[in-house]
C-alpha cells in the first residue's frame, strides 16, 4: 500500500520538541499535497467545457442527451473537488496559500455552474 505524505507524517514520532516541529512541518507539506490532488482534477476538468460546448453547439443531435448528462457529471466532479479541497485547506496553517487556493477552487467551481447552465441552455435550444 502506498501511503500519502500526510499519513507518513501522522506516524512520525513526537516525543520530542524536533520530532513534534518535523512531524508538523510533514503534515502541513501533506496536507498540501492532499489539496492538490482534488484541484488538479477540478483544473483538468476546466480545459472540457469549450469542447463540450462545442458538441452540443454543432455535434450530432441525438448526442445531445449524453452531452447534458457529461455536463452535468463535470460539473458534479469539480463539485467533489471544492469540497475536498476545502475539508482539508481548514487544517493547513499557511495562510497565503489557503486564501489562493480557497479562491482558485472558487473560480473553478463558479466556471463549472457558468459551463453547466450554458450547455444545458444550448442543448435545450437544440432540436
Known sequence: MIMSGLQVALKMPKKTAEEIKRREAAMQEGLKQAVGVPLALAEKISVLWSSLKQMVLYGNIGCKSDAQ????????AVYGAYYNVLINLKDISDEAFKVATQRRVSELLQEAKD????ILDAAEKRT
Open 115 to 118: 459551463s453547466v447552465t450554458t
Open 69 to 76: 448528462v457529461a455536463a452535468k457529471a463535470l460539473e458534479t
